[in-house]
């Protein structure tokens, strides 16, 4: 039988699958794009289409990708939207640095470390998962304009237009956003609200059917006007009055207080590239880059992408960052995060000694490293030189947001059509319970008043010579880091085009539980049975993952694609 923890995992791994497959086994389409002026890609065309009118109304990336970005809360609710949050890397032609703001949620002042307990200290089920009590304090608008008021060029309003039409005119719900309201049903139809906006009088919307979204329309509105609503004003008071109804803890004063973070990316080289990606509270760029370093300069070509010796490397890696990062990785402003250690050279040096080629190693006898050896790495590498790389002519934004599980919290603030994020449950209710995605944690992502839960979000720019290189990132929670991880090394390491780069078979492993997850159909028999033979348990997966992403090529063409495993589309002109 599967360990409990397991079975949510493998429930969790079926909702993306049926999100972004719907079970197809047809070879991947390549679905890559290829223009000189400029590219979004995103989950949905219709939200790609967004981002591509306001580059054609004279744009930049960064009007773009919060037009992409509010259209998506539209047309893709249950995977993101302005009730919920995430993190953006922004590489500006103009200083050729790598920014990266956290608009990512908090947890409210009347959070408590021990909210989820129930009188026997037990995790009670579902609480940081469903209802109004699972949702942290919303980043996605203040994150949104903080950005575009400082650097896009278009007015504001004109960045929400796109997303207010789509609401206000509706669009035809397609198969995947089916299955996400049928695999989210019973939340939704719990919750008045929910059913109003996402049912059809407690009918679900058919795929072809338009789904207008007038309080969503409304609310826009009042965001375009002034997105301050969204924290001080009306909208705000609908909010907070139906977390008040509904045994929420969001009160006005969180929502005021609420304010995006600037902070540095993690960067750091791997062979001739400087990599960036988001920094603590998401775990995502100091894992992406600890991986590459433990990888180091083995000769991953030689021993081929698909070979048991590449993937059993990759498995033994992972399954050490994902080590550390349940003991190390939490909010950097409540938690001293070791992020220069586990990025250190010599840290990576350590680790990589102690992977065996010829077996894996149970996930019960990998520790995080200890804080003596994590001091001392520090002390011998205080500093690792990153290059910072210039490109005069390409503005990059690479965002991931989320309201975290499909369809958040499952609840809609009555009367503004905004879902509400499930984003509390990224904190570790209980020192090493599973949350959902089977990720474990303690002391340093334990829940306090105005913490951000641990991500694993990885927004990435890759540059090389100073020129922008490749941007990517993904959703599938635990998974994202792996996903990204091999996105990188396909176009990196293995030349691969940008289509076949996001949409080749994955592996993922996170330490606990100790599997190897493998796209089904996706790797040779023998090369499992040499994996099983040395000691790896193989779990096979539909695919997961629905991933984009875009390369600048040697002579100068974007070329942008979205996974072959869900619905997404890049647009360039
Ligand atoms: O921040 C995180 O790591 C998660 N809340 C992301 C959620 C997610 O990717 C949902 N995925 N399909």
Request: with cysteine; charged share 20%; net charge neutral.
């Amino acid at each position: 039988m599967l360990p409990k923890f397991l079975s949510k995992v493998q429930i969790y791994t079926c909702f993306l699958t049926v999100l972004v497959c719907g079970g197809c086994q047809q070879p991947p389409p390549n679905l890559q794009q290829r223009s000189k002026q400029g590219m979004a890609v995103s989950a949905h065309p219709l939200a790609s289409a967004a981002g591509l009118d306001l580059l054609q109304q004279g744009g930049n990336a960064v009007d773009a990708a919060a037009a992409t970005a509010l259209a998506i809360s539209v047309v893709e609710p249950f995977s993101a939207g302005i009730g919920g949050g995430g993190f953006l890397l922004l590489r500006r032609a103009e200083t050729g640095t790598v920014q990266a703001l956290d608009f990512r949620e908090r947890a409210p002042r009347r959070a408590a470390r021990d909210m989820y307990l129930d009188k026997q200290g037990k995790v009670r089920q579902r609480a940081s998962l469903d209802g109004h009590l699972a949702a942290g304090i919303p980043g996605t608008v203040a994150g949104l304009y903080t950005v575009q008021r400082e650097y896009g060029k278009l007015p504001w309003a004109a960045v929400v237009a796109p997303a207010i039409a789509l609401a206000e005119k509706g669009f035809p719900v397609s198969s995947r956003f089916t299955a996400a309201t049928q695999q989210r049903q019973d939340a939704i139809k719990k919750n008045r609200a929910a059913r109003e906006v996402f049912t059809s009088g407690g009918i679900l919307y058919q795929p072809g059917e338009l789904l207008i979204q007038r309080d969503l329309a409304r609310t826009l509105r009042q965001i375009a006007e002034n997105p301050q609503s969204f924290y001080s004003g009306d909208i705000a008071r609908a909010i907070t009055a139906d977390m008040a109804k509904n045994g929420g803890i969001i009160t006005l004063e969180d929502l005021k207080n609420y304010t995006p973070i600037w902070r540095n990316p993690v960067c750091g080289n791997f062979r001739a590239y400087e990599i960036c990606a988001m920094s603590p509270p998401s775990s995502g760029g100091v894992h992406l880059l600890q991986i590459l370093n433990i990888l180091g300069d083995t000769d991953l070509k030689r021993l081929g992408r698909q070979s048991p010796d590449t993937l059993h490397l990759l498995a033994e890696s992972m399954k050490i960052a994902y080590a550390d990062r349940a003991e190390y990785l939490g909010d950097p402003d409540f938690v001293s995060v070791p992020v220069k250690a586990l990025t250190s050279s010599n840290y990576a040096k350590l680790r990589r000694s102690q992977i065996q080629m010829s077996k894996a190693r149970p996930s019960s006898e990998i520790k995080a490293v200890d804080a003596e050896t994590l001091n001392r790495l520090l002390w011998e590498s205080p500093e690792t030189t990153h290059l910072t790389v210039v490109d005069k002519e390409r503005n990059v934004v690479s965002l991931t947001f989320t309201v975290n599980g499909g369809f958040g919290a499952g609840v809609v603030a009555a009367g503004t059509g905004i879902l509400l994020n499930n984003e509390m449950d990224d904190f570790a209710a209980a020192t090493g319970v599973p949350n959902l995605f089977g990720l474990v944690g303690g002391e340093a992502n334990s829940i306090a008043p105005g913490k951000t839960p641990l991500s694993s979000m990885t927004p990435v720019i890759v540059t090389e010579n100073g020129k922008f290189r490749l941007a990517a990132g993904a959703p599938g929670g635990s998974t994202i880091i792996t996903t990204v991880l091999q996105i990188v090394l396909n176009v990196l390491v293995y030349d691969m085009n940008v289509g076949d780069a996001v949409s080749a078979p994955r592996v993922h492993h996170q330490w606990q539980p100790d599997r190897l997850m493998v796209e089904r159909g996706g790797f040779e028999t023998a090369t499992l049975s040499e994996l099983r033979r040395r000691g790896h348990l193989i779990v096979e997966s539909d695919g997961w993952g629905n991933a984009n992403a875009i390369v600048l090529t040697g002579d100068g063409w974007l070329e942008g694609a979205a996974d072959r495993r869900g619905e997404g589309e890049a647009r360039g002109f």
